[in-house]
């Protein structure tokens, strides 16, 4: 009866939503190249003072495909910045190239992209899949983490809410 009843629980949660012990605490930084300029560095200082979320994807996890397009209306719906974190995507000869060409296909809703060819950023943040999301709030801190494809089910009725409650906060 006891596994049951905690089986029916399990089920009517949200399976994106895993705790993490990051949430409620500052978001970790990281200085990394962008995807597009390697030259320029983009860090998580030049989100202060915003509502954003950080989107973890590489150009070979199949769910991340399934999830881009969610993430696009996202961002369409919300406004939001998304920095998307290219997670471990070694490129061929050029820089980058893999992510690149998967963006090219499919599109590009970031609002700016930082490289992570080594999966350190990635260790940070307490990643250990792609994709996953975190919403972070003006002040820096992590207040939401999602793991797995994000859904437009979960985007329509807990990120888009989430984000316009932390985006009515004063600082």
Known sequence: MLLTGL???GLGNDPTHVPSPLV???APTFNLPRL????????TEDMKGNVWVLNVWASWCVSCRAEHEVVTL???QSGTKVLGLNYKDYGTEEYGANAKAWLQKFGNPYSDIAVDTRGRAGIDWGVYG????????KK???RRK???P????????TLVPLVKKLQAENI
């Open 36 to 43: 597009y300029q390697e030259d320029k560095m983009v860090s």
């Open 24 to 26: 409620g605490k500052p």
């Open 150 to 157: 994000l859904t437009e089910k979960v985007v329509t009725e």
């Open 74 to 76: 996202f961002v369409k």
């Open 146 to 148: 999602f793991t797995g």
């Open 140 to 142: 820096g801190i992590i």
């Open 130 to 137: 792609v994709p996953e999301s975190f919403v972070v709030d």
């Open 7 to 9: 089986l029916l629980f």
